[in-house]
């Protein structure tokens, strides 16, 4: 048992360089090169947080939009004032007369 621990130590201080050349490798292959890299792990993570954010935007955009739809549903003159606003539907005895503001330079 002995004998082989120390033919392997022997092997190992002669081929130091190899050792060294094929850790280096290795470690090169898995941080840039893999496609479980580190790099790639971290544009993932970045690219997992950028959607859990719009995730977030887009429940908040349809809890608006549900409220919005209770409140046209449940009144006659909310539908109403949101037709004339929105899609400047008009009554057919009615003018419409659209102001805005102009922008200075």
Known sequence: MKNI???????IK?????????????????????????????????QIHGLKKEIQHYQGVIEESKTKLNELQSNEKN??????EQYLMKKDNEDIYIITEEEQK
């Not at 190899?18 to 970045?46: A, K, P």
């Open 14 to 46: 002669k081929h130091v360089t190899l050792m060294r050349i094929l850790v280096v490798s290795f470690l090169f292959i898995m941080i840039f090169v893999d496609e479980n890299s580190f790099v790639q792990s971290f544009l993932y993570d970045q």
């Open 79 to 84: 539908l109403e004032k949101f037709a004339r």
């Open 5 to 11: 621990f120390s033919a392997s130590w022997r092997f």
